[in-house]
T-cell receptor
Framework: GAVVSQHPSWVICKSGTSVKIECRSLDFQATTMFWYRQFPKQSLMLMAT?????????EQGVEKDKFLINHASLTLSTLTVTSAHPEDSSFYIC????????????FGSGTQLSVL | DAKTTQPTSMDCAEGRAANLPCNHSTISGNEYVYWYRQIHSQGPQYIIH???NNETNEMASLIITEDRKSSTLILPHATLRDTAVYYC????????????FGTGTRLTIIP
């Protein structure tokens, strides 16, 4: 099946620094990518939706200036957590979808972010 | 999107069939039933999806009631590696970008 590669798997950073998470679709072109956040023992919460070449659409309550999303190509999307704080510590997951169908939306393996 | 209701947790003995129910009484005619699972500290994994007919693949079977208000995911011979949170989601197949996750069912396979 299609593969979405997400890096890094985990990252520890100091408060105030920025962290970039990469999400690549390895064997398909992801016209749409989704970014989720998951706190311990909770479900996935959608943060934003990005379409290649256009600005991301953020969910209510998600700060677009804090969580910068770039989807410059059909195989790469990045999420940058700017000026990270301890409350941003979470599990971040990306997913990619080929074309317009929701069939078999493919997910990355996630990134555990810990902000000290 | 239609809302789904799943039990919070379930146990199943290793080697037995695991039957995971999902209620989606407000599902509309063009919405599919999707199942994903998430093993601890990993991204979700697609399992199966269907519209109204029962579906089977190498991982599982999906049984959808005739009125489409509920469905059951069946793992025919559960193994310890099937321990995960299972999410039932109803979605249209095209358009409307979001895929919204509920709380899911935490399935524990007992040795």
């Amino acid at each position: 099946g299609a593969v979405v590669s997400q890096h890094p798997s985990w990252v520890i950073c100091k408060s105030g620094t920025s962290v970039k998470i990469e999400c690549r679709s390895l064997d398909f072109q992801a016209t749409t990518m989704f970014w989720y956040r998951q706190f311990p023992k909770q479900s996935l919460m959608l943060m934003a939706t990005s379409n290649e070449g256009s600005k991301a659409t953020y969910e209510q309550g998600v700060e677009k200036d804090k969580f910068l999303i770039n989807h410059a190509s059909l195989t790469l999307s990045t999420l940058t957590v700017t000026s990270a704080h301890p409350e941003d510590s979470s599990f971040y997951i990306c997913s990619g979808r080929q074309g317009g169908s929701n069939e078999k939306l493919f997910f990355g393996s996630g990134t555990q972010l810990s902000v000290l | 999107d239609a809302k789904t209701t799943q039990p919070t947790s379930m146990d199943c003995a290793e080697g037995r069939a695991a039957n995971l129910p999902c209620n989606h009484s407000t599902i509309s005619g063009n919405e599919y039933v999707y199942w994903y699972r998430q093993i601890h500290s990993q991204g979700p994994q697609y399992i199966i999806h269907g519209l109204k007919n029962n579906e089977t693949n190498e991982m599982a079977s999906l049984i959808i009631t005739e009125d489409r208000k509920s469905s059951t995911l069946i793992l025919p011979h559960a193994t310890l590696r099937d321990t995960a949170v299972y999410y039932c989601i109803v979605r249209v197949d095209f358009g409307n970008e979001k895929l919204t996750f509920g709380t899911g069912t935490r399935l524990t396979i007992i040795p």
